[in-house]
């Protein structure tokens, strides 16, 4: 019952962050919220027992692939329209 | 048993799916050398003033923390590489902790600092030295009778039994997938953040 509900209110974050990275303006603002929806994943995968995917995405969604984005908005002339 | 590694998400990944495994590092391998030749031939060499920009010295709090905290990632990336077997982790993922060590050290200070421990001819050599370990020891294996990446073949020339063969070699294989990722993951960095130019960075 515990873990369920655990997973759960994961999964309930994990679709609120996605549906919120779809929805923000600013670039930057959605890939770190891209970022945090990698986060949860990698905590569902690590409570389903998948160790080695949470790792890998922990490493490489969470870390690095938030890092290159956020290098490559700044590299962009960035107008936005508010 | 075929092998004596213990975690069988490692024993698929890198023996019994090892030539999908080798592939994909060619691809992390491309990727890097295709951004490098659409960003070199694109970039212009004059320095565009971004409206974020000040001129300030790296804070002191930051560059001793990194200072602090970098060879800590370090070791734990060669733990994750050199315990990949054992435990959850790998090549990937202890290439991946690698290559965010430097980014740090790009991020804190500025992207000089970092290629002037990791430069960019340099991170491309160890990139394609992974490869060639792992090309290396799936040849080895067919020259001594078995198939390409036949590992077990390895226990001619090593003094084990087939399982451990193949245990050793995955340890192998894995340390050149770390390479190839580390220095790509740097080199994707150094590249994006600088728009190819190689200079000042974020």
């Given at each position: 019952?515990?873990l369920?509900?655990?997973?759960?209110?994961?999964?309930?974050?994990?679709?609120?962050?996605?549906?919120?990275?779809?929805r923000?303006k600013?670039l930057?603002?959605?890939?770190?919220?891209?970022?945090?929806?990698?986060?949860?994943?990698?905590?569902?995968?690590?409570?389903?027992?998948?160790?080695?995917?949470?790792?890998t995405?922990?490493t490489?969604?969470a870390?690095?692939?938030?890092?290159?984005?956020?290098?490559?908005?700044?590299?962009l002339?960035?107008k936005?329209?508010? | 048993?075929?092998?004596?590694v213990?975690?069988?998400?490692?024993?698929?990944?890198?023996?019994?799916?090892?030539?999908d495994t080798?592939?994909?590092?060619?691809?992390?391998?491309?990727a890097?050398?295709?951004?490098?030749?659409?960003?070199?031939?694109?970039?212009s060499?004059k320095?565009?003033?971004?409206?974020?920009?000040?001129?300030?010295e790296?804070?002191?709090?930051?560059t001793?923390?990194?200072?602090?905290i970098?060879?800590?990632?370090q070791?734990?990336a060669?733990y994750?590489?050199a315990h990949?077997h054992?435990?959850?982790?790998?090549?990937?993922?202890?290439?991946?902790?690698?290559?965010?060590?430097?980014?740090?050290?790009a991020?804190?200070?500025?992207?000089?600092?970092?290629?002037?421990r990791?430069?960019?001819?340099?991170?491309?050599?160890?990139?394609?030295?992974?490869?060639?370990?792992?090309?290396g020891i799936?040849?080895?294996?067919?020259?001594?009778?078995?198939?390409?990446?036949?590992?077990?073949?390895?226990?001619?020339?090593?003094?084990v039994?087939?399982e451990?063969?193949?245990?050793?070699?995955?340890?192998?294989?894995?340390?050149?997938v770390?390479?190839t990722?580390?220095?790509?993951?740097?080199?994707?960095y150094?590249?994006?953040?600088?728009?190819?130019r190689?200079?000042?960075?974020?």
């Amino acid at each position: 019952m515990g873990l369920e509900l655990f997973n759960t209110f994961i999964l309930l974050l994990l679709v609120a962050s996605a549906l919120l990275a779809l929805r923000v303006k600013d670039l930057i603002t959605a890939s770190v919220v891209f970022g945090v929806y990698s986060f949860l994943m990698c905590l569902l995968w690590a409570e389903m027992g998948a160790v080695d995917v949470a790792f890998t995405e922990a490493t490489v969604g969470a870390g690095i692939s938030t890092v290159i984005m956020v290098a490559t908005i700044f590299n962009l002339k960035r107008k936005s329209s508010d | 048993m075929d092998t004596e590694v213990p975690n069988m998400v490692t024993a698929v990944l890198a023996d019994y799916r090892g030539f999908d495994t080798m592939f994909e590092t060619v691809v992390v391998f491309i990727a890097g050398l295709a951004l490098l030749a659409i960003l070199k031939s694109s970039s212009s060499s004059k320095r565009i003033k971004r409206e974020h920009e000040v001129e300030a010295e790296p804070d002191l709090i930051v560059t001793n923390t990194v200072r602090l905290i970098v060879p800590v990632i370090q070791i734990f990336a060669f733990y994750v590489l050199a315990h990949g077997h054992v435990s959850p982790g790998g090549g990937f993922q202890g290439g991946v902790l690698m290559g965010a060590s430097f980014i740090l050290v790009a991020l804190s200070w500025d992207l000089d600092e970092a290629l002037a421990r990791f430069s960019l001819n340099r991170c491309m050599t160890v990139a394609a030295l992974g490869i060639f370990i792992y090309a290396g020891i799936g040849l080895l294996s067919m020259a001594l009778g078995g198939e390409f990446l036949d590992y077990a073949e390895l226990h001619k020339i090593l003094p084990v039994s087939p399982e451990m063969a193949r245990y050793h070699a995955m340890l192998g294989v894995e340390i050149g997938v770390g390479f190839t990722v580390a220095a790509i993951m740097f080199a994707l960095y150094a590249n994006l953040s600088s728009g190819g130019r190689l200079r000042d960075g974020l």
